[in-house]
């Protein structure tokens, strides 16, 4: 609800967009967009009974009346006469109780048993005639209403923390997997809202050098009815049937008894403690689909109010371009507004600093494919409160033409998959593929200087032609780096696995992709030996210094700083137990994984080079700059054009010339060998940057503080087989 001030003397105007605004005695009006209703009843539940008010106005497509007594805690719904043609894709049915759009809170965490009737039970309801069986099917004791709530809250001054793009470092985090197990945080937070804002999580987060937060998705939700009858829920979220209600299961059960307020309340305390610890909020957002799926799925809103409004379909017929059954149509203006004013509402009342879009190809979508100046697009990218806050898209769909990394416009950034690809095949598939058949070739190491130099071939795809040399519109941290996510198997996982095991899920093991670029390190599973599990650490800790030092915003997954493993699932979107959830009970090698990281995350905070505004240049020895890189081989030779070529090259030096201090300048050399073995590696040579060496990080080290002390000593250094090793050059300036 919104609720304003303003004089009842005067009658209220037509509204011009959708949802309820009243003043603080609940008298306003109600509008919701529904153009081939012929009449909406809103719905108000007064204890056991339901009155009923029909919308007298129609404007636009736009159904709104007066209305009194909607004061917070009022129970609401609509319901809609019109066409029932479900061949022709219209599924108007005044019995069914149907939740507001615009709703800010709902009555329950998940529908009964009611919501999950398909169209075909209701046809098949129609014929019986039997009003009994219908009435207990759509009973106002079990159908999920939509509540009345205030936006009043005492943020208490609340900053946002305004992270600069080229300072974040994202982690994605599922709000009841994180907070679960944590022993720290009192057992009635556990696994809700107000579990992630207590200190021990915002301080572990802030210690481990984060700087955003970003949470799989916390709108109302349900589960599907295949996953109810397996006794499983939809984990993961991405399942919406609000875009403007928090799901109440994530919240607290004194918060869930109170009602839909204080569920909003507590979304929002959670917010205030992630900011006062100087983290941002970026939320997961689902806008490409709803729980209500395809043809055969339940209507629990947009379907039953307007079906062919709302959904993308071709004379009935669901367009699905996102493997759900169904797609919203972002052709359709009241789908765009209501996309819009969803993302204004968690942005300015929730105080959200950010959205990731799901599926976000979808939402540029029109007759003709995937457009980047999409009206939805340019809608979202020029409103004057969203360019406000960090836009990230996951930039494909399942759709014809629905791979579009690179293809967003400014200011978006976006999930990028070649990254994850690259430097899996280089630390894990290759080596797999070198170990089972002896061979020397492989990828080389030229997509993964490209992926650590910041992806310019994929990120700057949109440029428009005949920009200045070295001009672009789009930076570096335009590119979502990450090597995991919630979708797939963990970083620990992908050490240990290279056959998924999904069994769990109900599908025997048919779900979840099979292209996972893993390698068991020749024993498939837990265990191994100690000289396994060694070297499982050892890639592991090299896969995160890769990630952490690449040029680009750099995204980890909740646990994989201290091995998390899923037992080999990599589609646990509907395990809600162990399998998923962080375990904090950390051994001796998870909380040296977690100070490695700590330390990686400290470097890059510490050197301003690694994380360039710009896309990198090839460095010039006479006059460095931190805006370059150069690339050298084993023997310190700068790699030229017939070396990127060389599949059989697993070693790969990157220089990052350093910003010049008062009296000295200290440049970073990256090293990193996918060899077999262990590789001596010379320092590059005049006229390249000559000094004083020391080691900064060496992932051969279990314990990342057991560094040699002193500096290196001569023009070369050992790195280990399969180990990242960062050494930092002090130089003295010419003019010192």
């Given at each position: 609800?919104?609720?304003?001030?303003?004089?009842?003397?005067?009658?209220?105007?037509?509204?011009?967009?959708?949802?309820?605004?009243?003043?603080?005695?609940?008298?306003g009006t109600f509008a919701v967009?529904?153009?081939?209703?012929?009449?909406?009843?809103?719905?108000?539940?007064?204890?056991?009974?339901?009155?009923?008010?029909?919308?007298?106005?129609?404007?636009?497509?736009?159904?709104?009346?007066?209305?009194?007594?909607?004061?917070?805690?009022?129970?609401?719904?609509?319901?809609?006469?019109?066409?029932?043609?479900?061949?022709?894709?219209?599924?108007?049915?005044?019995?069914?109780?149907?939740?507001?759009?615009?709703?800010?809170?709902?009555?329950?965490?998940?529908?009964?048993?009611?919501?999950?009737?398909?169209?075909?039970?209701?046809?098949?309801?129609?014929?019986?005639?039997?009003?009994?069986?219908?009435?207990?099917?759509?009973?106002?004791?079990?159908?999920?209403?939509?509540?009345?709530?205030?936006?009043?809250?005492?943020?208490?001054?609340?900053?946002?923390?305004?992270?600069?793009?080229?300072?974040?470092?994202?982690?994605?985090?599922?709000?009841?997997?994180?907070?679960?197990?944590?022993?720290?945080?009192?057992?009635?937070?556990?696994?809700?809202?107000?579990?992630?804002?207590?200190?021990?999580?915002?301080?572990?987060?802030?210690?481990?050098?984060?700087?955003?937060?970003?949470?799989?998705?916390?709108?109302?939700?349900?589960?599907?009815?295949?996953?109810?009858?397996?006794?499983?829920?939809?984990?993961?979220?991405?399942?919406?049937?609000?875009?403007?209600?928090?799901?109440?299961?994530?919240?607290?059960?004194?918060?869930?008894?109170?009602?839909?307020?204080?569920?909003?309340?507590?979304?929002?305390?959670?917010?205030?403690?992630?900011?006062?610890?100087?983290?941002?909020?970026?939320?997961?957002?689902?806008?490409?689909?709803?729980?209500?799926?395809?043809?055969?799925?339940?209507?629990?809103?947009?379907?039953?109010?307007?079906?062919?409004?709302?959904?993308?379909?071709?004379?009935?017929?669901?367009?699905?371009?996102?493997?759900?059954?169904?797609?919203?149509?972002?052709?359709?203006?009241?789908?765009?507004?209501?996309?819009?004013?969803?993302?204004?509402?968690?942005?300015?009342?929730?105080?959200?600093?950010?959205?990731?879009?799901?599926?976000?190809?979808?939402?540029?979508?029109?007759?003709?494919?995937?457009?980047?100046?999409?009206?939805?697009?340019?809608?979202?990218?020029?409103?004057?409160?969203?360019?406000?806050?960090?836009?990230?898209?996951?930039?494909?769909?399942?759709?014809?033409?629905?791979?579009?990394?690179?293809?967003?416009?400014?200011?978006?950034?976006?999930?990028?998959?070649?990254?994850?690809?690259?430097?899996?095949?280089?630390?894990?598939?290759?080596?797999?593929?070198?170990?089972?058949?002896?061979?020397?070739?492989?990828?080389?190491?030229?997509?993964?200087?490209?992926?650590?130099?910041?992806?310019?071939?994929?990120?700057?795809?949109?440029?428009?032609?005949?920009?200045?040399?070295?001009?672009?519109?789009?930076?570096?941290?335009?590119?979502?780096?990450?090597?995991?996510?919630?979708?797939?198997?963990?970083?620990?996982?992908?050490?240990?696995?290279?056959?998924?095991?999904?069994?769990?899920?109900?599908?025997?093991?048919?779900?979840?992709?099979?292209?996972?670029?893993?390698?068991?390190?020749?024993?498939?599973?837990?265990?191994?030996?100690?000289?396994?599990?060694?070297?499982?650490?050892?890639?592991?800790?090299?896969?995160?210094?890769?990630?952490?030092?690449?040029?680009?915003?750099?995204?980890?997954?909740?646990?994989?700083?201290?091995?998390?493993?899923?037992?080999?699932?990599?589609?646990?979107?509907?395990?809600?137990?162990?399998?998923?959830w962080v375990d904090w009970q950390?051994?001796?090698?998870?909380?040296?994984?977690?100070?490695?990281?700590?330390?990686?995350?400290?470097?890059?905070?510490?050197?301003?080079?690694?994380?360039?505004?710009?896309?990198?240049?090839?460095?010039?020895?006479?006059?460095?700059?931190?805006?370059?890189?150069?690339?050298?081989?084993?023997?310190?030779?700068?790699?030229?054009?017939?070396?990127?070529?060389?599949?059989?090259?697993?070693?790969?030096?990157?220089?990052?010339?350093?910003?010049?201090?008062?009296?000295?300048?200290?440049?970073?050399?990256?090293?990193?060998?996918?060899?077999?073995?262990?590789?001596t590696v010379r320092l590059p040579?005049?006229?390249?940057?000559?000094?004083?060496?020391?080691?900064?990080?060496?992932?051969?080290?279990?314990?990342?503080?057991?560094?040699?002390?002193?500096?290196?000593?001569?023009?070369?250094?050992?790195?280990?087989?399969?180990?990242?090793?960062?050494?930092?050059?002090?130089?003295?300036?010419?003019?010192?």
């Open positions: 609800m919104h609720i304003d001030r303003f004089d009842r003397a005067t009658p209220p105007l037509a509204p011009t967009s959708p949802g309820l605004v009243v003043d603080q005695e609940g008298r967009a529904a153009p081939r209703a012929t009449g909406i009843d809103l719905c108000i539940r007064d204890g056991g009974t339901e009155r009923r008010q029909r919308l007298r106005h129609y404007d636009g497509g736009l159904h709104w009346d007066d209305v009194e007594g909607m004061v917070p805690g009022t129970r609401y719904g609509l319901r809609v006469d019109g066409p029932w043609d479900p061949v022709n894709g219209q599924f108007a049915n005044p019995r069914k109780l149907l939740l507001d759009p615009c709703g800010r809170g709902v009555s329950h965490a998940s529908p009964l048993l009611s919501s999950f009737f398909p169209y075909e039970v209701d046809a098949m309801l129609d014929r019986i005639g039997d009003e009994h069986l219908r009435s207990e099917m759509d009973s106002g004791d079990t159908a999920v209403w939509s509540v009345v709530v205030s936006d009043g809250f005492d943020w208490q001054g609340d900053l946002r923390p305004l992270v600069d793009w080229d300072a974040t470092v994202l982690y994605e985090a599922h709000v009841k997997g994180l907070t679960q197990l944590h022993p720290g945080v009192p057992a009635e937070q556990r696994g809700t809202y107000a579990g992630l804002g207590h200190p021990a999580i915002t301080g572990y987060l802030r210690d481990l050098g984060v700087t955003s937060v970003e949470l799989l998705p916390i709108h109302a939700a349900m589960d599907e009815p295949h996953l109810t009858r397996l006794g499983l829920t939809n984990y993961w979220g991405y399942s919406t049937m609000s875009f403007f209600a928090p799901d109440p299961s994530l919240a607290t059960a004194a918060a869930q008894r109170s009602g839909a307020q204080a569920v909003l309340d507590e979304v929002k305390t959670m917010v205030r403690s992630l900011h006062a610890a100087g983290l941002e909020v970026i939320l997961d957002v689902v806008y490409n689909h709803t729980a209500e799926g395809g043809a055969d799925g339940p209507a629990l809103s947009l379907r039953g109010l307007d079906n062919l409004e709302y959904y993308w379909t071709d004379h009935g017929t669901f367009l699905d371009v996102t493997g759900t059954g169904g797609t919203l149509d972002p052709r359709s203006v009241h789908v765009v507004e209501l996309i819009l004013d969803s993302l204004r509402y968690w942005a300015r009342e929730v105080h959200v600093d950010g959205f990731r879009f799901d599926l976000a190809a979808t939402l540029g979508r029109d007759d003709h494919g995937f457009r980047p100046d999409h009206p939805l697009l340019r809608a979202i990218v020029t409103d004057p409160v969203l360019r406000e806050v960090k836009l990230i898209a996951e930039p494909w769909d399942v759709g014809t033409g629905g791979w579009q990394t690179g293809g967003f416009p400014a200011p978006f950034a976006e999930w990028n998959d070649a990254f994850r690809d690259d430097v899996r095949s280089f630390w894990l598939a290759d080596r797999a593929h070198r170990d089972r058949t002896g061979s020397e070739h492989s990828s080389g190491v030229r997509d993964l200087a490209t992926r650590l130099a910041g992806s310019s071939d994929i990120m700057t795809r949109q440029d428009p032609p005949l920009l200045p040399p070295g001009r672009s519109l789009r930076s570096p941290w335009a590119s979502i780096n990450y090597v995991t996510a919630h979708d797939g198997f963990t970083l620990r996982d992908l050490t240990v696995y290279e056959t998924k095991r999904n069994h769990a899920n109900g599908e025997d093991n048919r779900d979840g992709t099979t292209n996972n670029r893993s390698w068991n390190h020749g024993h498939e599973g837990e265990g191994g030996g100690a000289e396994v599990e060694a070297a499982r650490r050892r890639t592991t800790r090299s896969i995160l210094a890769t990630l952490l030092l690449a040029s680009g915003t750099p995204m980890l997954t909740a646990g994989d700083e201290t091995l998390r493993t899923q037992r080999g699932n990599n589609n646990a979107y509907c395990q809600d137990n162990e399998i998923s950390h051994t001796a090698h998870a909380r040296n994984l977690r100070e490695t990281v700590r330390v990686l995350l400290g470097l890059r905070g510490e050197h301003p080079q690694l994380s360039s505004p710009h896309f990198l240049r090839p460095a010039d020895p006479v006059t460095l700059d931190p805006g370059q890189v150069a690339w050298f081989d084993q023997d310190g030779r700068h790699l030229e054009h017939e070396d990127w070529m060389d599949t059989s090259r697993h070693l790969l030096a990157m220089l990052r010339p350093g910003i010049p201090g008062p009296e000295t300048t200290e440049h970073l050399l990256v090293i990193l060998s996918a060899e077999a073995e262990d590789v040579r005049e006229p390249w940057p000559q000094g004083t060496a020391r080691v900064l990080l060496d992932t051969a080290l279990e314990d990342p503080g057991a560094l040699p002390a002193g500096p290196l000593m001569g023009a070369q250094v050992t790195v280990r087989s399969g180990c990242v090793l960062v050494l930092g050059i002090t130089t003295p300036n010419r003019l010192s």
